[in-house]
């Protein structure tokens, strides 16, 4: 495990960025596992900004996005499709059909769950994971308590989940309580992880999560024993490590 301090959040973004840059340098076709969430936002940002300068070419990559809403269709605003489109595809040049979310509209749990891993499977698994982390430790959406053997799922959201993401929505009861989530197995089958924290609010999450004990407790502690696994924050979500 290697923790990496940024000054603040544009220096941890920048710094992540250029991990990921890095690797779509080093290998054009890669397979990114990609995030939603405030953390990766200023990433993006930062992404987007090397491609208008023609540094960074991603035309080649493919994308497999760690989770989605169930019930929320792509066009919704509070899609994780409709966010990362918003914030990060629309804006570079990766082909649309090498992109993928899970379906929010299939209810269909089982067969929708299949899907994704064959389609993780297909592409040989993910070179390089990028990962925020929820203030229950969860990553993704695997919540507390969620089997570290498990490949796509469906799960039920914490109250405390339901509760950090109200912000996207217009009120909290429009928050799905269900999400399709990508599984603790296969981030850690991935071949690099890399995970982003800032503010005040992750200070006693990261503590917990990398220096506790590994528990299905803390989804995220599990990242401890990933061979190649690299957090960075920003002083105030290391302030208590
Ligand atoms: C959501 C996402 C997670 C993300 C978490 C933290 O629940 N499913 O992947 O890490 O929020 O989000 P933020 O970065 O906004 O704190």
């Given at each position: 495990m290697k923790i990496i301090r940024a000054k603040d959040y544009n220096d941890m973004s920048r710094k992540a960025a250029n991990i990921i840059s890095a690797q779509v340098i080093m290998k054009p076709n890669c397979v990114l596992g990609l995030a939603t969430g405030g953390s990766p936002e200023g990433i993006y940002?930062?992404?987007?900004?090397?491609?208008?300068?023609?540094?960074?070419?991603?035309?080649?990559?493919?994308?497999?996005?760690?989770?989605?809403?169930?019930?929320?269709s792509?066009?919704?605003?509070?899609?994780?499709?409709y966010f990362m489109h918003h914030h990060f595809f629309d804006h570079v040049n990766v082909r649309p059909?090498?992109?993928?979310?899970?379906?929010?509209?299939?209810?269909?749990?089982?067969?929708?769950?299949?899907?994704y891993d064959h389609i993780i499977q297909a592409k040989g698994?993910?070179?390089?994971?990028?990962?925020?982390?929820?203030?229950?430790?969860?990553?993704?959406?695997?919540?507390?308590?969620?089997?570290?053997?498990?490949?796509?799922?469906?799960v039920d959201l914490d109250e405390s989940t339901i509760e950090a993401n109200k912000r996207y929505f217009e009120k909290k009861e429009d928050v799905p309580r269900q999400a399709y989530t990508m599984g603790i197995k296969t981030i850690m089958q991935a071949r690099k992880v890399l995970m982003v924290a800032n503010g005040k609010n992750k200070a006693?999450?990261?503590?917990?999560?990398?220096?506790?004990?590994?528990?299905?407790?803390?989804?995220?502690?599990?990242?401890?024993?990933?061979?190649?696994?690299?957090?960075?924050?920003?002083?105030?979500?290391?302030?208590?490590?």
């Open positions: 940002k930062q992404l987007i900004d090397w491609y208008n300068k023609g540094d960074i070419d991603f035309s080649e990559i493919t994308t497999i996005n760690l989770d989605e809403y169930k019930g929320l792509r066009e919704s605003e509070q899609s994780y499709w059909q090498k992109i993928n979310v899970p379906d929010g509209t299939n209810m269909n749990v089982e067969e929708e769950c299949a899907r698994g993910i070179d390089l994971q990028l990962l925020g982390i929820g203030v229950d430790g969860h990553i993704g959406f695997n919540e507390p308590g969620a089997a570290f053997e498990l490949g796509t799922h469906c006693d999450i990261i503590k917990e999560a990398f220096f506790g004990p590994v528990t299905p407790q803390v989804p995220a502690s599990i990242l401890q024993m990933h061979p190649d696994f690299t957090l960075i924050g920003d002083e105030e979500a290391l302030s208590k490590i």
